[in-house]
């Protein structure tokens, strides 16, 4: 059976959990997949990093059950306190890194050297962080594509809701228009707690009290994380090639107690949509913008931290996938839904992904 | 470039569709495809058969400038007054059936017949018929594997709007607990109709006038209709083995006015819900009833003709896809991509659809 060797860059909440999907359900998933795990390196900012790359690979079972605070790699076999992330990406030898770490909205990092340097080393990446993707996504495809790599991010936009594999694999034939989405479960909860009667601070207060919302909600509930999914939306389905510049965007601060109740009398819904539509000479216009919805729109009707986006095309009308926006389980499905992905192309050969090692092809230097 | 030989058995609203697509954009699917496609023959209960299988086939631009109730085949080349479906689809060379005539409830006749002669024949098929699928579905694929053929059949639920194949190729890796749907879009905007304040005789008059119940509104509205798609839905997505009398199946007709009305001032809304679930014991239980949804249900905001199929998984919690459950372009793009899951199984050599000719490697006999 095909083995692939994982690095895992950032062992917080989704590298954790695709750790314990490995550990608990690895024998399954072989045998269902037709090919097994098996992890040769994590790094983490707080653990440090921990490299076993004989026998089995590390033993998951005892980081597992420590607690995430708790988890230090310096003193285990093969350990050290620093991540040494760039070490570990470029010269540990494994099949794929699974890249979860974080990334700023303004130049991507340090996801985005993390893709870099996997890429440049030629091993083959997936990513649940929307940063390198959104502000570098076409360079990174060109570089995975020279050195015979694959580069899959599903979790990049609604955690491991297959929106971006749709796209890619059920329209065949069809021409996409357009792409509008609900890409922000925060900000989605709190619309509907103020079509509930709260106001916005109140709304913002029990969001982070339920783990939606960040300390710090601005990216959130001013537009900015739609926004660069929104380019993701654009680029990856349109074929766009937009900046942060590109893609005006406006949030729903300015939603007021009125603007709730007349949308509520008219039978409107407000939401926060970030919307890429293909324009009559070809370029595409992307915005993120608060919306008052009829309520036969496919979004009026995704409620609380649901996310959904909807594809227009010309054969086929509107179909809208939805499903969650965000959790460590969820997202640490895309990952194993991209892992799954570079494996199918490495089996059939395709453009993107000959994934370089396996057991049997494996030299280690 | 592969190219593809068609037999359309069936040349009403879908098949023709499925000629104008050909007619009008087959250059441009080729190229983006990969294949090319030729109609070599063409059969309808009214309009007779018509078989070319030189040259460029069928020219499609005359049948397709004809009003569809003045088609006649039999003054043309190749052309007879009798539908001869069996002599086609045996006997013509072609690569692929597409069959889209019509199916009964009891026995999926006459469109069951057409798709085993097809498979018999060792020719791939693609149907928009339910029937052959919920009714002799796993003997069909059987066959189809025998043989050396695909079969294929998408537009058995929700048209175009692709569930079986999200069920089959998104959801890699994760348990499928349960199914839930609004697959019949009569049903669907007649309750909404019935929400509008409209009784339920006005709002099937209405759905007529508008072309989306039939004269005998009894399959949509009895839940019938659903009961064979609940049935393809649990065979094909949780591998059961269903037949119609494992369905309990319940309509439309009981909801009254004070119904609907209670169930407005609760938050909820009444929809017509296909569902199966797999039990503890691994069995698969199906039923079609109404029910009361709450607003955060993801089916609850599925408004008017559209469908939706809503997936119960483990990891990733309910993904659901809506879109379009009818139409002629709409189905027409079902077939299209069955014809497109056909070539990529062909070209991948995967195991169910060496389809047996192309240009090259023709023997026609």
Redesign the interface.
């Known amino acids: 059976m095909i083995r692939y060797d994982l690095a895992l860059i950032g062992f917080g909440g989704v590298n954790r959990a695709l750790a314990e999907?490995i550990a608990e359900r690895g024998d399954g998933?072989a045998a269902?997949?037709g090919f097994a795990l098996r992890v040769v390196a994590i790094t983490d900012l707080r653990a440090g990093s921990l490299v076993r790359t004989e026998g089995a690979g590390i033993d998951l079972a005892p980081l597992l059950a420590t607690a995430p605070g708790e988890l230090d790699f310096s003193g285990l076999d093969g350990g050290s306190p620093e991540p040494r992330n760039e070490w570990v990406i470029r010269d540990v030898p494994a099949d794929i890194v699974a890249e979860a770490t974080f990334t700023n909205p303004v130049d991507g990092e340090p996801a985005l050297s993390h893709v870099r340097w996997a890429l440049e080393a030629g091993k083959s990446v997936c990513t649940t962080n929307k940063g390198p993707v959104a502000l570098a996504g076409r360079a990174l495809k060109r570089l995975a594509a020279e050195r015979g790599a694959a580069f899959e991010f599903e979790g990049a936009v609604l955690s491991?809701?297959?929106v971006l594999?749709?796209a890619e694999?059920?329209?065949?034939?069809?021409r996409i228009s357009g792409v509008e989405g609900i890409m922000n479960g925060t900000s989605n909860y709190i619309l509907g707690r103020l079509e509930a009667g709260l106001g916005l601070a109140d709304a913002v207060r029990e969001a982070q009290l339920l783990g939606y919302a960040e300390a710090d909600p601005t990216a959130d509930i001013e537009g900015h994380d739609v926004r660069l999914k929104v380019m993701i939306m654009a680029n990856e389905v349109l074929g766009a090639d937009l900046r942060q510049e590109d893609v005006s965007c406006e949030g729903i601060t300015a939603i007021g107690a009125r603007d709730i109740e007349e949308a509520a009398a008219a039978g409107l819904r407000w939401k926060l949509v970030g919307s890429a539509v293909r324009r009559p000479d070809g370029t595409v216009a992307a915005r993120v913008a608060p919306a008052a919805l009829p309520?036969?729109h496919?979004l009026?009707?995704?409620?609380?931290a649901?996310n959904a986006v909807a594809f227009h095309t010309d054969?086929?009308?509107?179909?809208?996938?939805?499903?969650?926006g965000a959790?460590r389980?969820?997202t640490?499905?895309a990952l194993?839904?991209d892992i799954?992905a570079i494996h199918r192309r490495h089996l059939?050969g395709a453009e993107t992904a000959p994934v370089r090692r396996t057991r049997e092809e494996t030299v280690r230097g």
């Open positions: 999907l998933l269902e997949l491991g809701t297959p594999r749709t694999r059920m329209f065949d034939g069809l309520a036969d496919p009026a009707g995704i409620s609380g649901t054969l086929l009308g509107t179909v809208t996938v939805s499903g969650p959790g389980t969820e640490a499905y194993l839904s799954i059939t």
